[in-house]
């Protein structure tokens, strides 16, 4: 049988590529080049690798050529080839390799992968308090030895609320599918686990009248409290998004609020109107610099809450009470789904949705400051001084 040449030929069926390279009885296809000189260099590149596995070749024994044929024959049968099989066998022998990684140490890998991804700093401070408890029990394990029977036992004998358990094991769940993208495993066992039950109740809100009661406590006892109490209730901004924003970001001018995207839970920049009400309680803080949440607002706002001697603090009640009292005043669920920072209106609907009377509603967006307090202007003078 005559051995096939190598060599560069004219093409004259594009006006473009002129020059041909033809591999096919070297089992690759067929190339094609503007000039001659690229096809030149090309052809010679190929006869080099060529000549190399010819030499290799020459160097492999009866033995060892045979067992090659004979593969290439089987493989045959399946539409496969020999380069075929190699990977899948690389690709094996890689996963085994990779699967002696421990719990910490693939934790330590997804914290880092999620921080080059540009996750925020809430969303990697939840994941490594959840992967820490998790590697107390699990930490020197290889992450493929862990099975579903033991993540269910793990997760059923946590201490806390069915939210809580769901919440380890959706963090977890992190952990094992990230290991499964890599190929280390072949599914995520966290998958077949359990799903904790979670009774579905409303979220808790303030009372128009407890709202009103807090702000005129904090404007008496601690007026530097005044913005932040205001903004999560009026703006519905998440505790840890008041705790970033700085006044720079408050424009009363322009009537918004602007949450960064290093500042916001989504990692989204948004932009929040300032409502009649919000502006009012704002007014006397006009020209304010630095963060708005003053320091050591615990102790702070727990002399608030003294004062206004509420019987009850809703969790997460100043949010929430934005979103039901917005959402029952303007009756735009994909708005206040954006002004909240969600990706979709969904939770909107399915929560907040008829949970506020219309009337209380009108209401909520009433709430202003009867008069400027002496408090609050001394304050102002203070800061600005």
């Known amino acids: 049988m005559?051995?096939?040449?190598?060599?560069?030929?004219?093409?004259?069926?594009?006006?473009?590529?002129?020059?041909?390279?033809?591999?096919?009885?070297?089992?690759?296809?067929?190339?094609?080049?503007?000039?001659?000189?690229?096809?030149?260099?090309?052809?010679?590149?190929?006869?080099?690798?060529?000549?190399?596995?010819?030499?290799?070749?020459?160097?492999?024994?009866?033995?060892?050529?045979?067992?090659?044929i004979h593969a290439r024959n089987d493989l045959a049968k399946y539409g496969e080839t020999l380069s075929d099989a190699v990977k899948f066998r690389v690709d094996y022998l890689e996963?085994?390799?990779?699967?002696?990684?421990?719990?910490?140490?693939?934790?330590?890998?997804?914290?880092?992968?999620?921080?080059?991804?540009?996750?925020?700093?809430?969303?990697?401070?939840?994941?490594?308090?959840?992967?820490?408890?998790?590697?107390?029990?699990?930490?020197?394990?290889?992450?493929?030895?862990?099975?579903?029977?033991?993540?269910?036992?793990?997760?059923?004998?946590?201490?806390?609320?069915?939210?809580?358990r769901a919440n380890y094991r959706r963090n977890v769940g992190v952990l094992f599918s990230y290991a499964t993208k890599r190929r280390i495993l072949d599914h995520n066992p966290v998958a077949f686990t359990a799903k904790p039950k979670i009774v579905d109740k409303a979220p808790e809100i303030f009372a128009v009248d407890e709202l009103r009661s807090l702000l005129e406590s904090a404007q008496r006892v601690s007026p530097d409290t005044v913005p932040m109490i205001a903004i999560g209730a009026f703006a519905g901004l998440r505790d840890a998004e008041i705790e970033r924003l700085d006044w720079s970001e408050v424009n009363l001018r322009s009537g918004h609020i602007e949450v960064k995207a290093a500042k916001a839970k989504s990692a989204r920049r948004?932009?929040?109107?300032?409502?009649?009400?919000?502006?009012?309680?704002?007014?006397?803080?006009?020209?304010?610099?630095?963060?708005?949440?003053?320091?050591?607002?615990?102790?702070?706002?727990?002399?608030?809450?003294?004062?206004?001697?509420?019987?009850?603090?809703?969790?997460?009640?100043?949010?929430?009470?934005?979103?039901?009292?917005?959402?029952?005043?303007?009756?735009?669920?994909?708005?206040?789904?954006?002004?909240?920072?969600?990706?979709?209106?969904?939770?909107?609907?399915?929560?907040?949705?008829?949970?506020?009377?219309?009337?209380e509603a009108k209401r909520y967006w009433q709430i202003e400051p009867v008069a400027e307090s002496e408090n609050v202007v001394a304050f102002v003078s203070e800061a600005q001084s």
């Open 270 to 359: 948004r932009i929040v109107p300032i409502q009649p009400n919000l502006a009012a309680w704002l007014r006397a803080y006009s020209g304010m610099t630095g963060r708005v949440m003053p320091p050591d607002q615990r102790a702070r706002m727990k002399r608030v809450r003294g004062d206004a001697k509420l019987a009850r603090w809703p969790q997460n009640g100043l949010r929430h009470s934005y979103a039901s009292y917005r959402l029952a005043d303007i009756h735009d669920a994909p708005r206040v789904a954006s002004e909240l920072g969600h990706g979709t209106p969904q939770m909107l609907y399915s929560v907040y949705r008829e949970l506020v009377h219309p009337d």
């Open 95 to 164: 996963r085994v390799r990779r699967s002696g990684v421990t719990v910490a140490q693939m934790a330590d890998e997804v914290i880092e992968a999620k921080r080059v991804d540009g996750m925020s700093r809430d969303y990697l401070v939840d994941l490594k308090v959840r992967f820490r408890r998790f590697s107390q029990d699990f930490g020197s394990r290889t992450i493929a030895s862990v099975t579903t029977e033991e993540l269910d036992d793990w997760l059923r004998n946590l201490k806390g609320s069915p939210g809580s």
């Open 2 to 68: 005559k051995k096939p040449i190598l060599k560069v030929r004219p093409y004259q069926h594009s006006k473009n590529h002129k020059w041909l390279l033809d591999l096919r009885a070297f089992g690759n296809g067929r190339l094609f080049f503007k000039t001659k000189a690229e096809a030149d260099a090309e052809c010679l590149r190929r006869k080099s690798l060529l000549e190399r596995h010819d030499r290799e070749a020459a160097g492999l024994s009866k033995r060892e050529m045979s067992d090659i």
